[in-house]
């Protein structure tokens, strides 16, 4: 037959004989496979599907076992590929590969996938953990001034609230921060800054270093309810206290930055954090870091001696003023629910009724 292939020159080795003779194997387009000696003489014979072929490994002699009967062997490598190629790509060869490769695949599929999530849930968190950690003063600093640079240069311009009205509410934030619980020789520099937040309207958040940033809308939305913006400026305290904001900029600073950091190439992690800065703002911290700091805000407003619920307040006040409109303020980073006002409300009604 035409379609007939070239037969390979082989050893055969009946079963249970140690003696090998000089044989050819020819697979017939059917499949038919079959063993012959020098004479023509039929010394093996059998369906493809029923013979063991063995894996290629470098130049190693193949295998070709007819259960029951003996082996061929062969040291033409490309000859046995060329013969079998032709039957294992059929249906049934395919099937029969994919079934003994299968389990391997999927083993290796599902531990590629369970090492991106263990990589993710584990590494990533403690990466960030370490980098927060071994940031020095100077680099949280240099973090935090290149990204409120740049918001200025972008978005912000400079606030129009009276100087007045200014230092009252720096008095009532320097008044907040020397009743956090650190000393002051470990506390962040502390600092807040006045801004017309423009895009991002009425809107407050905290850099790494302690940098404050409080929109002249907020100021404006509050009124004259200066506890209602203290409250406030207690929650972003809150999170700087907790390195929440640090954590965020690292979150998004990604593992490369985070690596260079920890590695000590502060200059180009540093870099990399700054670019993913201003994106910062967009960005909302997680739900555990957002009670965290309500929580923060109650217990220092209360240790401060002015209403402990103002934090509570000012998100009642957002609901009602702005409603869902939340694109860029204060309320797309701080989802005012129901349930975490009342949440707020309880814990200052029990941190009240506690002294
Ligand atoms: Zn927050």
Do not use: C
């Amino acid at each position: 037959m035409a379609s007939e292939q070239a037969p390979v020159a082989g050893l055969w080795r009946k079963a249970g004989e140690a003696r090998a003779v000089d044989a050819r194997l020819a697979i017939a387009a059917d499949g038919t496979t079959s063993v012959t000696d020098g004479a023509g003489t039929v010394l093996a014979w059998g369906a493809f599907q029923g013979t063991k072929v063995s894996d290629r490994v470098g130049s190693i002699p193949r295998k070709i076992t007819f259960p029951g009967s003996g082996v061929f062997e062969t040291s033409d490598n490309d000859g046995i590929d060329r013969l079998v190629g032709r039957h294992a790509k059929g249906p049934v060869g395919f099937i029969h590969q994919l079934e003994r490769f299968r389990p391997r695949l999927i083993a290796f599929v599902l531990a590629t996938v369970l090492l991106g999530a263990a990589v993710y849930r584990y590494a990533v968190p403690l990466l960030v953990e370490v980098a927060v950690a071994v940031t020095p003063p100077a680099v949280s600093t240099l973090m935090s001034k290149g990204t409120l640079a740049s918001l200025d240069q972008a978005i912000f311009e400079p606030s129009k609230l009276s100087p007045e009205r200014q230092k009252s509410l720096s008095d009532g934030f320097a008044e907040l921060v020397a009743l956090t619980d650190e000393p002051a020789s470990k506390r962040p520099a502390y600092s807040l800054n006045f801004r017309a937040g423009g895009p991002i309207g009425p809107n407050a958040f905290a850099l790494p270093d302690g940098t404050v940033v409080l929109t002249d809308e907020l100021v404006e939305l509050a009124g004259a309810d200066n506890d209602m913006i203290l409250g406030v400026l207690g929650h972003e305290i809150g999170h700087v206290d907790h390195r929440h904001s640090l954590r965020q900029l690292y979150r998004a600073a990604g593992v490369t930055a985070l690596i260079m950091l920890i590695g000590g190439d502060i200059g180009s992690g540093t870099e990399d954090i700054m670019v993913q800065g201003a994106a910062l703002l967009s960005l909302s911290y997680s739900r555990d870091a957002e009670t965290d700091a309500d929580r923060f805000s109650v217990e220092l407003m209360h240790k401060a001696g002015k209403d402990p619920a103002a934090i509570a307040r000012f998100f009642e006040l957002l609901r009602n003023k702005l409603g869902d409109h939340a694109e860029g303020n204060f309320l797309s980073t701080h989802p005012a629910t129901p349930e975490r006002i009342a949440e707020t409300q309880r814990y200052a009604r029990e941190i009240t009724a506690s002294n």
